[in-house]
């Protein structure tokens, strides 16, 4: 299995928010358990641990895109410009506890749902509102627009 995804990870993110991921391979057992006991509920093949840890890489990236957003469209227009503007102004200042509580829930729905691709086109895939579940409501402003993320559960390659 390729790993390189997670030199990537650790390359593009900045070294101070990195020991967050690392805290987390800890708990990786306690996550895989709780998800392979929901995918053996479903009927479904239980998760490896690589599987596991592309999902917390996953999670760990949208932690960061969620707790720093960008609102672009990719349009250069003023009126873009103002809707971002609005757009930052409603999202919400995101703390460490409550970033930690995304990567955990959103680790473990990554492994119970193994989705190919997940999207943010003005507001996030229904993946994260079920992920996150009553918590949402705290990260639901953050989204990022149009962003489209792909995960390769062979090879490890995300982005």
Known sequence: MNFSYLKKYK???QQSKSHIM??????????LEEANE???KNGEQG???AEATIALAAACWWAQTVCGPSFDNGCDDPSNNRA????MKNANSIN???????????TKHFMVKLPKYLWC????DDFFKKALGDDFPTFENNFPWKKYFSINWETGEMG
């Open 11 to 13: 390359e593009n993110t």
């Open 22 to 31: 690392e805290e987390y391979y800890e708990q990786l057992p306690k996550f």
């Open 38 to 40: 929901q995918r053996k």
């Open 47 to 49: 998760v490896s641990i």
């Open 84 to 87: 971002s503007f609005l757009a």
């Open 96 to 106: 460490e506890e409550a970033k930690k509580l995304f990567i955990e829930k959103v």
């Open 121 to 124: 086109d003005y507001h996030p």
